[in-house]
């Protein structure tokens, strides 16, 4: 469905309560039609999100033309013989099926404490640039696709708080 406009819907008549939430969910109130207060189609946002896994067919047709795609790199290649008797990924293997799917943004978990990080995101970004490595707390937006691609937000452990962009740059 399209963007709900509620200042329309008060221009109608609908008052703020439960009937403007029968018209959000697509009910007609009062002879309103939910068409005269919604704006034009658009498409949804899509996370997909795949846990201790080898690469597979199943996450690509999943992740295919998802915004983000939240995959394990627990090995870099380097070990890939171990990510294979383990059942799990590599970095580069995220990376190639975030590539097969065509996803915007691949964020990266379930590292082997083996690794400090950097070696992971390098051989991700190697094939995939938009990859990256999400910590504790840290963030990630992902917005409507006319307000731009998903970003991850680092938080700051200075001072405690979200290292968050002012809000008029906050993708919505």
Request: with cysteine; glycine share 12%.
């Amino acid at each position: 469905p399209g963007r709900f406009n509620a200042e329309r819907a008060a221009e109608l008549g609908v008052p703020f309560g439960p009937e403007l939430g029968q018209l959000q969910r697509g009910e007609s109130v009062r002879g309103i039609d939910p068409a005269q207060v919604g704006g034009p189609d658009r498409p949804g946002r899509r996370v997909v999100f795949s846990g201790d896994t080898a690469p597979c067919d199943a996450v690509r047709v999943a992740a295919d033309g998802a915004e983000l795609l939240v995959h394990e790199a627990t090995f870099t290649s380097e070990d890939r013989g171990r990510a294979a008797e383990t059942g799990h990924s590599t970095a580069a293997q995220a990376a190639a099926l975030a590539t097969e799917a065509g996803v915007q943004l691949l964020a990266l978990t379930h590292v082997s404490t083996r690794y400090a990080g950097r070696e992971i995101l390098d051989e991700a970004r190697a094939g995939f640039p938009a990859a990256e490595l999400p910590r504790d707390f840290d963030t990630i937006d992902v917005p409507y696709a006319e307000k731009g691609k998903p970003v991850l937000h680092r938080w700051d452990r200075a001072s405690g708080a979200p290292a968050r962009p002012a809000p008029a740059e906050v993708p919505g």
